[in-house]
């Protein structure tokens, strides 16, 4: 099993930036592939950034020039850097976590509780 907590949301002005993280509790932190999503409302769950426990990291086409995922697997956190924001990053942002099995399915998947971002002058 493996917990997860956001962290860092909060009101921020367009062109700011902000810092989210995810600390999670459990075992085995750095076997697990973890990522960022997003959902505003009346719209679907949106994929943003993922990490392996390598370091290894994939962004959606929509972030992938402002924002930033990294991991500390010492500390078991995970963080989204958001730079230059815009009125459409308002939305919760959920960290989540899914063991890297290797190709072979696993249908874990983990979610934390979601935090708040608002953009807005």
């Not at 990294?70 to 899914?98: G, I, P, W």
Request: one cysteine or more; a positive charge; aromatic letters at 10%.
């Amino acid at each position: 099993q493996l917990q997860l907590a956001e962290s860092g949301g909060g009101l921020v002005k367009p062109g700011g930036s902000l810092r989210l993280s995810c600390a999670a509790s459990g075992s085995f932190f750095s076997t697990y592939i973890m990522g960022w999503y997003r959902q505003a409302p009346g719209k679907e769950r949106e994929f943003l950034a993922s990490i392996l426990g390598s370091g290894k990291t994939t962004y959606a086409n929509a972030v992938k020039d402002r924002f930033t995922i990294s991991r500390d697997n010492a500390k078991k956190t995970v963080e989204l850097q958001m730079f230059n924001m815009r009125a459409e990053d308002t939305a919760v942002y959920y960290c989540h976590a899914r063991p890297d099995s290797g190709g072979r399915p696993d249908s874990r998947n983990y979610w934390g509780q979601g935090t708040q971002v608002t953009v807005s002058s």
